[in-house]
């Protein structure tokens, strides 16, 4: 499988933005998918995931409430909405495939399960 994000942008503190993550690849709908970010100088961070059919998603704590992760296996596609941003936002924001399904959800916020990833997308919030 490979992997397309794009969406990111700037906004400014309270906006929202999308971002779209589109999957190529004969088995691309079996995959899990999550989000990570990035920020400068700091470690890649889990942001959210949902798995291979769309019934299970896992949320970092600072996504909770704010973010929503969902798929469209139609396209191929896993969207990322994010509302209510924050300056603390600000990052590269990649997503990212497994093959893997968890018996405890914490589990798809692992990042060391995930095999391939898409080049980044970059989300700029001012304040």
């Known amino acids: 499988v490979q992997l397309q994000a794009s969406g990111g942008g700037l906004v400014q503190t309270g906006g929202s933005l999308k971002l779209s993550c589109a999957a190529s690849?004969?088995?691309?709908?079996?995959?899990?998918l999550g989000w990570f970010r990035q920020a400068p100088g700091m470690e890649r961070d889990f942001v959210a995931a949902?798995?291979?059919?769309?019934?299970?998603?896992h949320y970092a704590d600072s996504a909770t409430g704010r973010f929503t992760i969902s798929r469209d296996n139609a396209k191929n596609t896993v969207y990322l909405q994010m509302n209510n941003l924050k300056a603390e936002d600000t990052a590269v924001y990649y997503c990212?495939?497994?093959?893997?399904?968890?018996?405890?959800?914490?589990?798809?916020?692992?990042?060391?399960?995930?095999?391939?990833w898409g080049q980044g997308t970059l989300v700029t919030v001012s304040s």
């Open positions: 990212a495939a497994n093959r893997y399904t968890f018996a405890v959800s914490r589990r798809m916020g692992d990042i060391d399960t995930y095999e391939v």
């Open positions: 690849g004969p088995t691309a709908s079996s995959y899990g």
């Open positions: 949902i798995n291979w059919n769309g019934m299970r998603t």
